[in-house]
């Protein structure tokens, strides 16, 4: 990007926020080497992640050359995510995007924090609209800001070499059945918690009075049975069994562990690695109240720079979800703890 294609010093723009110009280069360097980081765990690349991207590399780039840091216009931002846009469409077709960006940016600003702060950092960087005043010339201006990180229950975790930090994404589609109940989080209070109860214990209790009559079916009655009637009896009882497990497992595994695999029953088709989180979160009155949601937790091997996605350890991990890198599943797994969203290397 030409000096001369930009508008304006970011110096001018945002006077009103001295707290994020207080960092110096090098700290707003790791933000923004923070920043591209979290995007490459988004998967595939929307218009609107390029946008976001290309906004931090230009930014990331003037650093490095020691040039003061600039806003940009439509036709620059165009420019950046090497879109072909006529320059009288620019202003158009970023506005639909930047809207776009900034819903889908407002939903993952949890991961992008918590990015920054297993980084060791201090702000976060974060793609910033400053509106014009209208009319001629007076079009509004794009840059990467930096906050200042909230403060966090969780104190930042130094990571060791060869660690991973993973960080958590609650923009997930559940089945289309279940986005009335789950979308926003099913909170464990009121008649959710009594539902949530009910389907647990109830579900148990209707499993436990079907077998109960199966088996009294099978030794009670004193007329001789046919094969055929001992065979149908106890094949409904294994099927009653086997639907009681798959339905009501997951209810009791969430109750012991907190965090389990979303069964597939729960998701869109479109997604994989996904958990089943009963999250302790902040109530209205000081307390704190169980939020069932889903989450999927990721991050980037240390090894491979490819993408870690949490399974179920089985055999060789009871109990534990453990992280797996998608090209490397085999060689590269590493532990995941839900508080610090952090993990070491177990192979």
């Known amino acids: 990007m030409r000096d001369g294609n930009i508008l304006n010093q970011i110096n001018n723009l945002a006077c009103n926020q001295p707290e994020t110009f207080q960092a110096d280069e090098n700290e707003k360097l790791a933000a923004l080497e923070s920043f591209l980081g979290f995007l490459k765990l988004q998967g595939k ?78 702000i976060y ?10 009319g001629a010339g007076n079009n509004s201006t794009y840059d990467i800001e930096f906050l200042k990180l909230p403060a966090s229950d969780a104190g930042p975790t130094a990571l060791v070499p060869g660690s991973i930090a993973y960080v958590q994404d609650l923009t997930l589609k559940p089945a289309f059945w279940l986005k009335p109940l789950i979308q926003t989080g099913f909170a464990l209070k009121g008649w959710r918690r009594i539902a949530f109860l009910v389907y647990g214990i109830g579900g148990l209790a209707v499993v436990g009075a079907l ?42 595994r969430l109750i012991d562990l907190r965090i389990i ?29 169980r939020v069932i949601r889903l989450v999927r937790y990721s991050g980037r091997c240390p090894k491979c720079g490819e993408t870690v996605h949490l399974y179920d350890g089985r055999r060789e991990f009871p109990g534990r979800l453990v992280g797996k890198c998608d090209e490397h599943p ?15 290397p177990l192979r």
């Open 330 to 344: 085999a060689e590269h797994v590493y532990s995941f703890d839900r508080f610090t969203k952090t993990g070491s």
């Open 211 to 252: 077998l109960v009559l199966l088996w009294l079916a099978l030794t009670t009655q004193s007329a001789r049975k046919l094969t055929g009637d001992v065979v149908t009896l106890v094949l409904f009882a294994a099927m009653v069994g086997w639907l009681g497990f798959v339905f009501l497992s997951p209810f009791w």
């Open 45 to 122: 690349e929307t218009k609107a992640l390029r946008v976001a991207r290309g906004l931090a590399e230009d930014t990331q780039e003037r650093l490095n050359e020691g040039k003061a840091l600039v806003a940009y216009n439509s036709v620059n931002v165009a420019e950046m995510a090497e879109q072909p846009v006529a320059p009288e469409r620019a202003t158009a077709w970023l506005a639909k995007i930047w809207s776009n960006l900034e819903e889908r940016l407002e939903e993952r600003e949890t991961g992008i924090q918590d990015f920054a702060r297993q980084a060791g950092l201090s």
């Open 125 to 134: 960087a974060w793609p910033r609209k400053t509106p014009g005043a209208g």
């Open 261 to 289: 695999m979303a069964p597939d029953l729960l998701l869109s088709l479109r997604e994989r690695g996904v958990q089943l989180e009963a999250a302790k979160e902040p109530a209205g009155d000081g307390q704190h109240v």
